[in-house]
């Protein structure tokens, strides 16, 4: 057997794409702590966008569950009656679309199980050298779990996020296996506490010890930038354009502002592009104090890039749900002030008068009005006052160079 220390981990797209852009930040140490790494990604076409060794091996592996695999899971009902007695603890129906989204679940995570088993075999892997990270909650973190009740010698582990964690950001309002999850892997790490409370009283607190808190983290070497002082406000937001975003929203608040100059600035997009620019135009384009832009969809480069090169006075989000969003994080360690949504673990770096301020869940364009008019009128003191804090609070809590070290060394230590 080879006694190389081995990773493999598990991503949604990673090194390819634009979606996994954060995981780029902890990759390098993932690099230098193990020997030989197995990337096998969900991402079956997308566009190299990481460079990674040569020496680092990259498989494409479908998301999707086989046929094959479905009607295997369907043998193998049974072996659900835990996960059976669960859903109906928690009140989820047992439909024909929670059933199917089970047993789709389960089939993927056979289908893993043996993909693995064959890894290890085909690539000659000492189990005991062996760490198995997925990047996300999802059916290969399931996967990795059954290999683990198999393989008690292998260390296994996942990250878990936003959607992945939230059942109520689903229809129907469940995510598959979780104490199967949480309960055979050797930790599950959250990128907020909101997010690891949930988990452990998800759990029912069998697995407390299990489930650990591990924030992401952003780099930056800028400091805290200057704000604009140019008499308007520079705002700008970034996030997909998809409902739960409710950039919609934004548009709306902004055609509310009347009395005073107001520049606007959106990177990312989506499903609903279309849509949003058109509703941009028609509220705002009459307006002379509003101007807007839709920056498209850029690379982690090239908008922290602009961070350095123009002063953005307030970054804003107005999500419907999130996790901890490493745009936030970005946004905080150039020393931004946020104006966003309660939501998730937003909270844990949005404080409400010290570096922005919070909004209800459920605002409306009013509320994101007054917020934005709140701030506006903020003396020059107590807008410095919020950009400091905004970069203490990242440089304490969301600083990659912090946090990915003590990740490396927690997952050494399981």
Request: proline share 3%; hydrophobic share 40%.
């Amino acid at each position: 057997m080879n006694s190389d220390r081995t990773l493999i981990l598990f991503s949604a797209s990673f090194p390819f794409g634009t979606a996994e852009t954060f995981l780029k930040n902890e990759f390098p140490l993932l690099a230098k702590t193990f020997d030989r790494i197995f990337i096998v990604t969900n991402d079956l076409s997308s566009e190299l966008t990481t460079q990674i060794s040569s020496e680092i091996k990259v498989i494409r592996y479908p998301y999707t569950a086989s046929l094959l695999s479905k009607v295997s899971a369907l043998a193998n009902f049974l072996h659900l009656r835990k996960e059976l007695k669960f859903m109906r603890r928690r009140g989820i129906p047992l439909n024909k679309t929670s059933l199917f989204t089970l047993l789709t679940s389960y089939a993927k995570t056979i289908e893993v199980n043996l993909f693995l088993e064959k890894l290890v075999i085909e690539n000659n892997i000492q189990l005991s050298k062996l760490t198995l990270y997925s990047y996300w909650m999802n059916d290969m973190a399931a996967g990795i779990a059954m290999f683990k009740y198999k393989h008690q010698q292998a260390k296994t582990i996942c990250r878990t996020h936003g959607w992945d964690v939230y059942f109520e950001r689903h229809k129907p309002a469940y995510l598959p296996l979780r104490n199967f999850i949480i309960g055979n892997l050797d930790a599950t790490y959250c990128i907020s506490q909101n997010g690891k409370e949930y988990l452990d009283e998800l759990t029912q607190h069998k697995f407390s010890q299990k489930i650990k808190l591990s924030r992401l983290g952003t780099f930056n070497t800028k400091g805290v930038l200057s704000a604009s002082n140019s008499g308007k406000l520079k705002l700008l937001s970034c996030s997909n354009i998809i409902p739960l975003k409710r950039t919609h929203l934004i548009i709306e608040a902004l055609a509310l502002i009347n009395d005073f100059e107001l520049e606007w600035i959106h990177f990312g997009t989506g499903v609903l592009k279309n849509e949003i620019e058109k509703l941009a135009h028609e509220k705002l384009s009459s307006k002379k104090n509003i101007r807007f832009e839709f920056g498209g969809q850029v690379n982690n480069e090239t908008l922290l890039n602009y961070y350095s090169s123009n002063a953005i006075d307030v970054f804003i989000n107005v999500s419907e749900t999130e996790g901890l969003p490493v745009s936030i994080m970005e946004a905080n360690s150039f020393g931004i002030p946020l104006i966003a949504t309660d939501v998730g673990g937003v909270s844990e770096i949005a404080k409400h008068h010290v570096n922005g301020f919070l909004l209800p869940p459920n605002c409306t364009a009013f509320e994101i009005a007054e917020a934005i008019k709140k701030f506006y009128a903020l003396s020059q003191e107590e807008k410095d006052r919020m950009r400091k804090n905004a970069f203490d609070i990242w440089n304490k809590e969301f600083n990659a160079e912090k946090n990915y070290p003590a990740f490396i060394q927690s997952l050494l230590a399981l």
